[in-house]
């Protein structure tokens, strides 16, 4: 099983960026996917599901600001990241929701001006 996240950066307070997983060993269509993040000092937190239907759901603190979705015949799910703000810096991981595979390496998001 790979988990292989990309897309991370530094940006500036307000700024975009998209990240992608592309997933490898599993059986990507069958899982509801998710992206998750891990700030320095703290744990690791949930941020975004998307089912196999596409049904998506997301913590209260990027609500509205973040979009998940997925591709499933590249295998990949995206995670979309518009007015980005400090508390956003983490790095951010993708794996499966209901049952977890082996965590990749993630994706470092730098949000600072």
């Known amino acids: 099983v790979q988990l292989q996240a990309s897309g991370g950066g530094l940006v500036q307070p307000g700024g975009s960026l998209r990240l992608s997983c592309a997933a490898s060993g599993i059986i990507f269509s069958a899982n509801v996917m998710a992206w998750y993040r891990q700030a320095p000092g703290k744990q690791r937190e949930l941020v975004a599901t998307?089912?196999?239907?596409?049904?998506?759901n997301y913590a209260g603190s990027v609500k509205g600001r973040f979009t998940i979705s997925r591709d499933d015949a590249k295998n990949t799910v995206y995670l979309q990241m518009n007015s980005l703000k400090p508390e956003d810096t983490a790095v951010y991981y993708c794996?499966?929701?209901?049952?977890?595979?082996?965590w990749g390496q993630g994706t470092l998001v730098t949000v600072s001006s």
């Open positions: 794996n499966a929701f209901i049952r977890l595979f082996p």
């Open positions: 998307i089912s196999s239907s596409g049904s998506t």
